[in-house]
T-cell receptor, first 112, second 113 residues
């Protein structure tokens, strides 16, 4: 299964774009990249996922490099409510949600 | 409002006592999960259930038990055999176990008196 590497913490100014990187250099061709976030003392929240094309929804954009070895989650206009721990997850293909590994993620702090 | 409801928000356990954490979902999801989170750490899977009357152990099942008698409900019992139960417990569901989009409840903080 593809292991992911994320920075431990990042800061972002309110109103600016937050770009959260994730390395997954051992990803297989059919494995998806998932992003979740966890606001303090709450349950994680699904953000977005993708295979190889860039994806966008109402919460964020996901940019996956052409070789698929890394990705970036973009929050286009960060607000204070975006302060959270962000998890980048690459589950082994075909093994199910019971194999989603939520590590320590990136702690994003949005600064006023 | 569809979602997952966990109760209580805070729970205290005395030595030697079993306690049960409630998890209810109205999303009509087949699969449900229980995770444990210690301070500053990630999530660890305790148990999961793919369908009613079926459940499997996760990575840290010792000292815990579950039941899945109804599709909507997946209660977790923390038994007296769990010697370090203080943690934040999270329940989640997905449409099927093969669907990796999880929906989480707001969690229960369990502490030992």
């Amino acid at each position: 299964d593809a292991k992911t590497t994320q920075p431990t913490s990042m800061d972002c100014a309110e109103g600016r774009a937050a770009n959260l990187p994730c390395n997954h250099s051992t990803i297989s061709g059919n494995e998806y990249v998932y992003w979740y976030r966890q606001i303090h003392s709450q349950g994680p929240q699904y953000i977005i996922h993708g295979l190889k094309n860039n994806e966008t929804n109402e919460m964020a954009s996901l940019i996956i490099t052409e070789d698929r070895k890394s990705s970036t989650l973009i929050l286009p206009h960060a607000t204070l409510r975006d302060t959270a721990v962000y998890y980048c997850i690459v589950p082994p293909f075909g093994t199910g949600a019971n194999n989603l590994f939520f590590g320590t993620g990136t702690r994003l702090t949005v600064i006023p | 409002d569809g979602g997952i409801t966990q109760s209580p928000k805070y729970l205290f356990r005395k030595e030697g006592q079993n306690v049960t954490l409630s998890c209810e979902q109205n999303l009509n999801h087949d699969a449900m999960y229980w995770y444990r989170q210690d301070p500053g750490q990630g999530l660890r899977l305790i148990y999961y259930s793919q369908i009613v009357n079926d459940f499997q152990k996760g990575d840290i099942a010792e000292g815990y038990s579950v039941s899945r008698e109804k599709k909507e409900s997946f209660p977790l019992t923390v038994t007296s055999a769990q010697k370090n139960p203080t943690a934040f417990y999270l329940c989640a569901s997905s449409a099927f176990v093969s669907n990796e989009k999880l929906f989480f409840g707001s969690g229960t903080q369990l502490s030992v008196l």
